[in-house]
C-alpha cells in the first residue's frame, strides 16, 4: 500500500495530470487567494469567479448608480429570460423554456402545484428518500394544501446509495399524478437515468419533475431529447452564482399553456407596466414569474454561465468522471482497513460530480480537514447527516493535486486518530 502511494500516487503524478488537464487554464478564471486551501465543497456553494464581481459591481455602481430606474428598460427587465436561454442552452432545453426565478424550493412548489392541478383526479406523487428534505417538505405541504386527497410515496433506497428502477417500475401507474425527483442525490450522489425514468412516467401518463440543482453544469442534461415535462435546479452550486442566487425553472414549451402558477403576480402578467386590475396570464414561460427578480444577484450569473458554455459540458463532465474516478482510487489505495465506505456509486455511470464517504467519525474528521494546524493544507469538504464526508469535485477549479492533497491529509487525519481532538457537537452550518 505504502509503496503504490509512493509510485503512483505522488503529489507530482497529480501535478502532471493537472498539465494534461485540457480544462486546467479555467482554474486561473476563479478568485483563489489562498492556494493551500483545497475547496471540495463547489457542490454547495460554487466559487467566485473573477469576472462575476465586476458585473454585479457594474449592476451596482452603473445600472443603479447613474442609469437608476431606466435600467428596467436598458437590460433588467429582460434579464431572467436571457440568462435563461444560456442555462436552457446547458440543459439541452428550447430558448424559451428557460427562466430564472425565485429559490429551487419556491419554483418546486410552482411546477409542482401545477402538475397536480394538470393531473386532477390522481392521487399520487412519487419521490425517494434519497431526495433533498426541502423538495419533500414543499411536497407534503402540497399534499395538506390539496386537502389530503393526494398521497406523497417515497422510493426506498436499498442502501441509501441508489436507487432500485425495479421497484420504482412496481409504483408507477395509472394513478400516478407527478413524479418528482433529484437528478442527482445529494447525499450519495446516485444519478438517475433521466431518459428512462421520463419514459416510466409517461408511459402511465404521468408528469415528471427533474430538480437538477446537483447536475446542472456539471453533469449532460438534454430535457429535450428526454422529453422532461418540467425541472427546476439551483444556481449557486455548479453554477457559481453566489450565495442565495435565484433559481431556474422549465417548462416543456407544449405544457405551458396547460399549467397554472399558483402564485401569479405582476412579473407573470402579460404586461406589468399596464397595471391593469386583472391578472392576464402572459404567454409562455414568463407566466411562472411571480414578483420583481434579485436583479444584482442574478447579474452575478452571467460570467460562470459563458464558461460552462465555452469549456463545453461533455469536457466537464470528462474531468468530473476521471476526477471522481482517480479520487476513488486514490482512496483505496491509501486507506483501505481505515473504516471507510465510499458513499456513492462506484460505476461513474451512476454518479454525479460529488464523492461521499461514510465514517463512523465522519463529523470530527470534516473538523480536523479544516483545521490549519494539521498538514499542509485547509481541506473544505462538507459533512451530511449521519456519517457522510461530501467531497465535491466543480471540474472548473478542482485540480488534480487538491484532490490528492485532500486524501493526504485524511490518510494523515485516520493514521494519527487526530479527529479525536475534536467535539462531536454540530454546527449550525454542516
Ligand atoms: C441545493 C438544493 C436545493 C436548494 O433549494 P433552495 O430553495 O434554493 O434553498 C433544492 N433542492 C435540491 C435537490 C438541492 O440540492
Given at each position: 500500500m505504502e509503496r503504490n502511494m509512493d509510485k503512483i500516487y505522488t503529489i507530482e503524478h497529480a501535478r502532471m495530470l493537472d498539465r494534461e488537464d485540457p480544462l486546467a487554464s479555467y482554474r486561473a478564471e476563479f478568485v483563489i487567494k489562498d492556494s493551500s486551501i483545497v475547496y471540495l465543497d463547489g457542490n454547495s456553494l460554487g466559487r467566485l469567479p473573477e469576472k462575476t464581481a465586476s458585473y454585479m459591481e457594474s449592476a451596482i455602481r452603473?445600472?443603479?448608480?447613474?442609469r437608476l430606474i431606466r435600467s428596467w428598460n436598458e437590460g433588467w427587465y429582460k434579464q431572467s429570460a436571457r440568462l435563461g436561454k444560456k442555462i436552457a442552452q446547458i440543459l439541452g432545453a428550447h430558448p424559451e423554456e428557460v427562466i430564472i426565478s425565485d429559490s429551487t424550493s419556491v419554483n418546486l412548489y410552482k411546477l409542482a402545484y401545477g402538475a397536480l392541478k394538470a393531473k386532477e383526479g390522481r392521487a399520487d406523487i412519487i419521490s425517494d428518500d434519497m431526495n433533498f428534505p426541502s423538495d419533500l417538505y414543499i411536497m407534503q405541504g402540497l399534499v395538506r394544501q390539496f386537502g389530503g386527497q393526494h398521497a406523497l410515496r417515497l422510493l426506498k433506497s436499498p442502501d441509501g446509495i441508489s436507487s432500485d428502477l425495479t421497484e420504482l417500475v412496481r409504483m408507477v401507474n395509472h394513478n400516478t399524478a407527478l413524479v418528482s425527483l433529484s437528478h442527482v442525490a445529494y447525499k450519495s450522489s446516485y444519478l438517475y437515468d433521466m431518459e428512462r425514468v421520463t419514459e416510466l412516467a409517461h408511459m402511465h401518463d404521468a408528469l415528471i419533475l427533474w430538480d437538477l440543482s446537483h447536475s446542472v453544469g456539471v453533469v449532460p442534461v438534454s430535457l429535450n431529447r428526454a422529453n422532461v415535462d418540467l425541472a427546476v435546479g439551483c444556481t449557486?452550486?455548479?453554477?457559481?452564482?453566489?450565495?442565495g442566487s435565484p433559481a431556474f425553472l422549465y417548462v416543456k414549451k407544449e405544457l405551458q399553456e396547460r399549467m397554472e402558477n399558483p402564485i401569479q403576480g405582476w412579473f407573470g402578467e402579460?404586461?406589468?407596466?399596464?397595471?391593469?386590475l386583472h391578472y392576464r396570464e402572459s404567454e409562455g414561460?414568463?407566466?411562472f414569474l411571480t414578483g420583481t427578480p434579485p436583479v444584482i444577484s442574478i447579474s452575478g450569473l452571467e460570467p460562470a454561465l459563458d464558461m460552462i458554455l465555452k469549456a463545453g459540458i461533455g469536457s466537464i463532465r470528462q474531468k468530473s468522471v476521471a476526477q471522481g474516478d482517480y479520487l476513488l482510487s486514490l482512496v483505496q489505495e491509501c486507506l483501505p482497513g481505515q473504516g471507510f465506505r465510499i458513499g456513492s456509486p462506484e460505476f461513474f455511470e451512476k454518479r454525479g460530480s460529488h464523492i461521499s464517504l461514510k465514517h463512523a467519525e465522519g463529523y470530527r474528521i470534516c473538523k480536523a480537514l479544516i483545521?490549519?494546524?494539521?498538514?499542509r493544507c485547509v481541506v473544505i469538504p462538507d459533512f451530511r447527516e449521519p456519517n457522510n464526508i461530501r467531497l465535491g469535485i466543480s471540474p472548473l477549479y478542482t485540480s488534480y493535486e487538491d484532490i490528492f492533497s485532500a486524501m493526504e491529509k485524511l490518510k494523515l487525519i485516520i493514521e494519527e486518530k487526530l479527529y479525536e481532538h475534536y467535539p462531536g457537537t454540530r454546527d449550525q452550518v454542516t
Open positions: 452603473k445600472q443603479w448608480g447613474e449557486y452550486k455548479y453554477l457559481n452564482g453566489g450565495p402579460q404586461n406589468p407596466f399596464d397595471f391593469n414561460i414568463r407566466k483545521d490549519p494546524e494539521i498538514g
